[in-house]
């Protein structure tokens, strides 16, 4: 699919774009001083032959900026970028004492030897089990022991259940205790779907933004995004957005594919905001029956969707029922002394030990745990975050809030005839013109990255907001990346290269791609951006850093 990539840090237009054409990884060679007389007469155009056409476009990607070229693989970059967060909590946890936050610590068997590799990892890996760590590291080693732990989704955990039960059976449990292996494990497990998250990214904005260049401004900032630190701490961040990012794919590519029901599924045991990932999947079959309408597509669509649909809340119902089963009855359950006894020290509810007063969501008539674990544990309602003891934590929220809501009002007021019809029906051929494929495609993920915000900032706790957008949104990423490559920014960079001879006459490689890597030298050469572009970087690199640091020493972050 060929999409066009007009100018403009909004979804609106802008004047059309001179562009090279590159296909396939090779470079298009051009003479330097006709490269640059063209951009400032930004008249001249081509196409972009690297994945289909679209009625209508005529524009395609602009060319790296520079003809100084840092070329790294993704996979590279993405492990690079995880191995950069762990030497960072590492160094943090030993210079910084941990707060005492108050908050749950996972109950352990003190008098359990100590295994030789324990002290290892808890000093090279320390920082990386605080906050909800605590919880997953816990359900892995113990299962949903206590009540409140049932605001946290069984599909990572469990990953880690499995293969720590799997390596108990040899030697290497000799060496190291089961927590100690479940955060080995939780690191290593999260750099590979952080890795997969990349690519996935990688694929689903090369589709929607119809711009390799766009494309690689969008990874390079996920790989250093500001919610960095939840990433490759032992929460379920990256494995949720490798997910989502690939049902986002595969909505677009092929809605209707029996396939997809597989990322969809896990993404919904993952995080409970995956069940809003099931929107792309019936958006896009609609759209699909509005583009190809007949009584026989209408009939195969709709079959294929509610087989789609019947599996994956299948799996969805099995978690529920087990989680009635945990709590809804009174049965023993042999948990460990120390459990126990953290249980009654707390007061926290114990499975297995119902009472008329505990689990009053079990007499519900649908028994779902989930907003009542967030309610009674967490005070998570409607408004009850605004206190003004709260106000750093939506200090913290601001930048994400108001990166993504001004772009998502800029998209709806330039395009509002469209997103009043949903991108399904005709609308004036004025308007239709006005529009680039990326405008016709993104509707969708607009609504969806503007409901979660204000999801975040009305019902949750707002500090959560960043993280939230940066596991389940690619609209962040690609709402930044428009700031790096609109027309505007890069013809000005460009000039700024030229008279300060960074960029010299006869050049000709400043067209090449290289497939599946990404081109570092515009997020590196910072003395050519302008302010904009300036403060989106330091946001970014800002969070990473001081959110590991804080993160790792149990202070409050996002």
């Known amino acids: 699919m060929r999409m066009e990539s007009n100018g403009g840090s909004s979804g609106g237009t802008s004047p059309k774009r001179r562009v090279n054409a590159v296909g396939n990884g090779k470079s298009h060679q051009r003479h330097q001083h006709h490269h640059h007389q063209q951009y400032a007469n930004n008249q001249t155009q081509s196409t972009v032959p690297d994945g289909g056409t679209d009625a209508g ?18 996979i590279k970059l993405a492990l690079g970028s995880r191995l950069l967060v762990v030497a960072l909590q590492f160094v943090a946890n030993q210079l910084l004492p941990d707060h005492d936050a108050g908050v749950f610590i996972a109950p352990r068997d003190m008098n359990a030897p100590e295994r030789p590799l324990d002290a290892l990892v808890r000093f090279t890996l320390g920082g990386l089990d605080r906050w909800d760590g605590q919880y997953f590291l816990h359900i892995a080693e113990h299962g949903y022991t206590y009540e409140n732990t049932l605001a946290f989704f069984p599909l990572f955990p469990f990953i880690l259940k499995i293969v720590s039960s799997a390596l108990n059976s040899y030697d290497v ?34 589709l929607v933004l119809g711009s390799k260049k766009k494309a690689e401004i969008a990874v390079l900032l996920f790989c250093f995004n500001p919610a960095s630190i939840f990433f490759t701490a032992t929460y379920t961040e990256s494995l949720y957005a490798w997910l989502s990012f690939a049902v986002m794919y595969q909505s677009i590519e092929d809605v209707t594919s029996i396939f997809i029901t597989i990322p969809l599924s896990l993404s919904i045991l993952s995080r409970s905001n995956g069940m809003i990932n099931i929107g792309f999947v019936l958006y896009f079959a609609v759209r699909r029956i509005a583009a190809q309408y007949n009584f026989h597509n209408v009939i195969c669509i709709c079959s294929r969707l509610f087989t789609m649909l019947i599996i994956v809340l299948f799996h969805y119902g099995i978690a529920q029922v087990y989680n009635y089963y945990l709590f809804c009855f009174v049965q023993k359950f042999n948990f460990p002394e120390h459990v126990r006894e953290y249980a009654a020290e707390h007061g926290l509810v114990l499975a297995g030990n119902k009472t008329d007063e505990s689990s009053p969501w079990c007499t519900n008539l649908l028994p779902l745990s989930y907003s009542y674990v967030q309610s009674h544990y967490w005070n ?89 957008l940066c596991a389940a949104s690619p609209v962040l990423y690609w709402f930044a990346a428009e700031y790096f490559t609109g027309e505007r920014a890069f013809i000005k960079r460009q000039v700024i290269r030229k008279l300060s001879k960074q960029v010299k006459d006869g050049d000709e490689n400043s067209c090449t791609h290289v497939i599946n890597h990404v081109d570092l030298s515009d997020l590196l050469d910072i003395r050519c951006m302008n302010w904009q572009q300036q403060a989106i970087l330091l946001y970014f690199v800002g969070y990473t850093v001081v959110g590991t640091i804080l993160f790792s020493n149990f202070y409050p972050w996002t």
């Open 57 to 74: 476009s005529s524009t395609a990607e602009l060319p790296p900026s520079s003809g100084s070229f840092l070329h790294i693989s993704i």
């Open 173 to 206: 449990v000799t060496f190291i205790s089961y927590r100690e292996l479940s955060l080995v494990l939780a690191v290593l497990f999260n750099m590979v779907c952080f890795v997969g998250a990349a690519k996935a990214l990688y694929r689903l904005s090369k």
């Open 380 to 468: 998570v309602g409607f408004l009850r975050y605004y206190e003004i003891k709260q106000l750093p934590n939506f200090l913290l929220a601001i930048p994400a809030v108001f990166l993504t809501l001004s772009n998502c009002y800029q998209y709806l007021q330039d395009h509002w005839e469209y997103a009043a019809r949903l991108g399904l029906f005709h609308v004036s051929k004025k308007q239709f013109k006005t529009m680039r494929p990326y405008d016709r495609l993104a509707l969708v993920f607009i609504v969806h990255a503007l409901l979660l915000t204000l999801v975040s900032l009305l019902f949750v706790h707002v500090q959560v907001t960043t993280r939230l």
